[in-house]
């Protein structure tokens, strides 16, 4: 069984940054496609990013292109979500997810394990 565990959320304000982490235990993640999904009061879970097994290839929901960056280190177990220029609209809770692929999976369905969540909030 994998766990995964979010930190790094937190209050922050509009053109601010955040460095989300997300640490997992049971199984290594050096053979899994891992992503980042939010899902903002209201609204439905959304795709934000994702990252190869390898650390090679990166994708990036439109909506963060150019100001959120994805990163793992294998060797630490753990996958870091690097949000910069920080919008309101960004407001959400963040969850990890780790991949039933190696590559990078786009839909939530692909991903076998979710963390716990952790709350970013961005004032105007």
């Known amino acids: 069984q994998v766990q995964l565990v979010e930190s790094g959320g937190g209050l922050v304000q509009a053109g601010g940054s955040l460095r989300p982490s997300c640490a997992a235990s049971?199984?290594?993640?050096?053979?899994?496609?891992m992503g980042w999904f939010r899902q903002a009061p209201g609204k439905e879970r959304e795709f934000v990013a994702g990252?190869?097994?390898?650390?090679?290839?990166?994708y990036f929901a439109d909506s963060v292109k150019g100001r959120f960056t994805i990163s793992r280190d294998n060797a630490k177990n753990t996958v870091y979500l690097q949000m910069n220029s920080l919008k309101p609209e960004d407001t959400a809770v963040y969850y990890c997810?780790?991949?039933?692929?190696?590559?990078?999976?786009?839909?939530?369905?692909?991903?076998?394990?979710w963390g716990q969540g952790t709350q970013v909030t961005v004032s105007s």
């Open positions: 990252i190869s097994k390898t650390g090679i290839s990166t």
């Open positions: 049971g199984r290594t993640i050096s053979s899994s496609g």
């Open positions: 997810a780790f991949g039933r692929y190696p590559s990078i999976s786009y839909v939530d369905y692909e991903y076998d394990y």
